[in-house]
């Protein structure tokens, strides 16, 4: 069976290194080196986007309780293959998997849930009753790559464990719903319910016999879920599905007595606290774990790849991986295609100008001015200091501020160190003052640190 696992689609990522590839580099060494396709390097300012954008996920995951758990970046291939499910895209075409030196097999992370149910049962977590954890991180997966859909790609997400109410699914929705709302952001909540193991199995009976007839007509994908998991048709993008998924039976109308209770129960709740959803009974999920609730956020501003955020129940997984049977809920959100939106919303706030550049001119001040950088710098607070080393023109040391978006401009030369005294510039308002630097450096970077606070943020936006 595991032979089997990835097919040759999944490339051997390490398995190349080493051994004969030494000549191949010698020729190769003056060709410049990309980055691997469907990957990207994350470099200022976006990067400072993606800091932001951290801190208030972090921020809205303590507000609800839930602790940062973090993973390896590999894991043994069979947690994936029994954690996601044989069925599934993921695991059918998608893993990173690769022999190591020891020839075991390893997968690169393409999903948190199993990694994380690994880890709780590994440390023994449920004994301490319910679990709330939330991840950030990055997940690979051998994909076409296109916008919105990478290789190696990032996702924050939660888990919830040990709770079977309704509550639990509405916490984790609500959690969602919160974190795209602090953004400012405007999407769409669709939520289903895809049964259990009660009344699953009457829908996919139901399902079959609905595509069965027509299986010819469908997408070569399809043809294949047919037999192993018709669900997985409902999901399907193809277009030439379309219409026999339109036509399909829901599964709202074949779940059971009690999954119909939860279902209405999780809708009433959502009511309760405000939170608009609409009901699509065409969201089924991809992974094979998923019981009753499932959801997702979509945008309309994202195209083809509309999903930010998607999630559900799994009350199956946790005893499907050896642990005691435990119901958990979670969803993962897409950070990529999450900061898509907010660039197209045009909802990305400028950068603030924000942090002192030293200017210095002639090499006496140059000496001078190392100390009181370093001073600067140990009292800043966050306040960033730069400085160009360089023997650059005075035209060119302000150009280089600017690029870097400071707010003050800090100017050291000659007759400066004659009289003691630094001149300090707020480079949005262009005014400018001289400020006494007599005495330690400390007391020195104290006064330019008091003069820059004084100026409040630029931008509208805390500095
Ligand atoms: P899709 O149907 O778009 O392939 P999926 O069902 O594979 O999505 P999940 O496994 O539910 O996606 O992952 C949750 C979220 O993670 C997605 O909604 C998306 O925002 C993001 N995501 C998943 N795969 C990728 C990828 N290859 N590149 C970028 N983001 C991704
Ligand atoms: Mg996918």
Same mark, same amino acid.
């Given at each position: ?8 689609? =999944? ?35 976006? /990067? ?45 075409? %998608? ?53 919105? &859909?990478?290789?190696? /790609?990032?996702?924050?997400?939660? %888990? ?55 299986? *010819?007509?469908? /997408? ?31 599964? +709202?109308?074949? +779940? ?25 009974? &065409? ?59 907010? %660039? ?9 100008? =924000? ?12 000496? &001078? ?21 360089? *023997? ?21 030369? *000659? ?22 630097? &007599? ?5 020195? =970077? %104290? ?14 936006? =805390?500095?």
């Amino acid at each position: 069976m595991l032979g089997a696992i990835g097919g040759h689609a =999944a490339p051997i990522l390490l398995g190349a290194i080493g051994g004969h590839a030494a000549p191949i580099l010698k020729k190769e060494a003056m060709d410049k080196i990309a980055a691997p396709r469907g990957t990207a390097d994350l470099i200022p300012p976006e /990067s400072a986007r993606w800091q932001d954008l951290e801190a208030r996920l972090r921020v809205v995951a303590r507000r609800f309780g839930y602790g940062e758990i973090r993973t390896p970046l590999f894991e043994s291939t069979e947690l994936f293959v029994r954690g996601v499910g044989e069925t599934t895209d993921i695991v059918e075409k %998608e893993m990173y998997t690769f022999e190591d030196k020891g020839g075991r097999r390893m997968t690169l992370r393409p999903e948190w849930t199993a990694p994380v149910v690994r880890a709780v049962l590994e440390h023994n977590l449920l004994a301490n009753g319910p679990q709330r954890l939330y991840y950030l991180g990055p997940i690979f997966r051998y994909e076409r790559p296109q916008a919105g &859909r990478y290789r190696q /790609s990032h996702q924050f997400g939660v %888990e919830c464990f040990g709770f079977e109410g309704p509550e639990a699914d509405v916490e984790v929705i609500s959690l969602a719903s919160d974190v795209i709302g602090s953004c400012g952001l405007e999407v769409t909540l669709s939520i289903n319910s895809i049964g259990d193991e009660v009344c699953r199995p009457r829908y996919r009976e139901a399902l079959f016999a609905h595509f069965a007839p027509h299986k *010819d007509a469908l /997408s070569p994908d399809s043809q294949r879920r047919l037999e192993r998991n018709p669900l997985r048709i409902l999901d399907s993008k193809a277009p030439q599905d379309r219409a026999l998924v339109e036509s399909a039976p829901t599964m +709202l109308d074949v +779940l059971c007595e009690p999954c119909a209770a939860h279902f209405a129960r999780v809708r009433h709740l959502l009511d309760a606290i405000g939170v608009a959803y609409v009901v699509d009974p &065409r969201i089924v999920r991809g992974l094979d774990y998923y019981t009753r609730t499932v959801f997702e956020f979509q945008s309309s501003d994202l195209g083809a790849q509309a999903t930010v955020c998607a999630g559900g129940r799994y009350d199956g997984l946790i005893a499907a991986l050896g642990g005691p049977p435990t119901p958990g809920v979670g969803f993962a959100l897409g950070i990529e295609r999450f900061l898509m939106i907010v %660039e197209r919303r045009g909802s990305a706030a400028a950068l603030p100008q =924000a942090g002192i550049a030293v200017i210095t001119l002639g090499a006496a001040a140059r000496e &001078r001015v190392v100390p009181l950088v370093a001073a600067l710098r140990r009292s800043s607070d966050g306040v960033p200091v730069t400085i160009d080393y360089n *023997d650059a023109k005075i035209a060119a040391q302000f150009k280089r501020a600017e690029r870097a978006n400071a707010r003050v401009a800090l100017i050291l030369g *000659d007759d400066e160190l004659a009289s003691q005294t630094i001149v300090v510039r707020d480079l949005v308002t262009r005014v400018q003052d001289t400020l006494e630097a &007599r005495g330690d450096d400390a007391a020195i =970077a %104290e006064r330019v640190l008091a003069w820059y606070r004084a100026l409040g943020p630029a931008n509208g936006a =805390a500095a």
